[in-house]
């Protein structure tokens, strides 16, 4: 997989299952990256698959990001790594292939159309007809 891609997809590290000390962040990266290897390209483009130190969804983990330049970025929480790797890949695949990374929640698979946590519109860069000239 080709880990310099456009899209990416952010797994927190430091979520931890309630009342213990298990992280599943670093499991749930793994098995994405097979999971998108596997798929090849009928997932799409390739996505980087990669872990952060917190995303802030601590009450609810494991949080993973989506993001992509241009496109909305989404938050999931609540993901588990025995239940949800398919529906994570299709959801990445759908997002590869939109132009915009918008989504209603009756279109996201999975558990995800209940576990968004953000969505945060691609930012728009305004420039000021004086400041162009």
């Known amino acids: 997989m080709d880990r310099t891609s456009k899209h990416v997809l952010t797994v927190c590290t430091s979520c931890r299952h309630q009342s213990t000390d298990c992280r599943p962040g670093l499991d749930l990266i793994r098995r994405l990256r097979a999971?998108?290897?596997?798929?090849?390209?009928?997932?799409?483009?390739d996505f980087e698959v990669s872990g952060t130190a917190c995303l802030a969804g601590c009450g609810r983990p494991c949080t993973?990001?989506?993001?992509?330049?241009?496109?909305?970025?989404?938050?999931?929480?609540?993901?588990?790594?025995?239940?949800?790797?398919?529906?994570?890949?299709?959801?990445?695949?759908?997002?590869?292939?939109?132009?915009?990374?918008?989504?209603?929640?009756a279109e996201r698979p999975g558990k995800l159309r209940h576990t968004a946590l953000a969505r945060v519109p691609a930012a728009v860069i305004r420039a000021d007809a004086e400041a162009v000239q």
């Open 35 to 45: 999971a998108f290897d596997r798929a090849g390209p009928a997932a799409g483009p």
């Open 64 to 105: 993973v990001a989506y993001r992509a330049c241009g496109k909305t970025v989404w938050l999931f929480g609540d993901i588990d790594a025995d239940e949800d790797v398919a529906a994570l890949v299709e959801f990445g695949r759908m997002y590869a292939d939109s132009d915009d990374g918008w989504f209603k929640a």
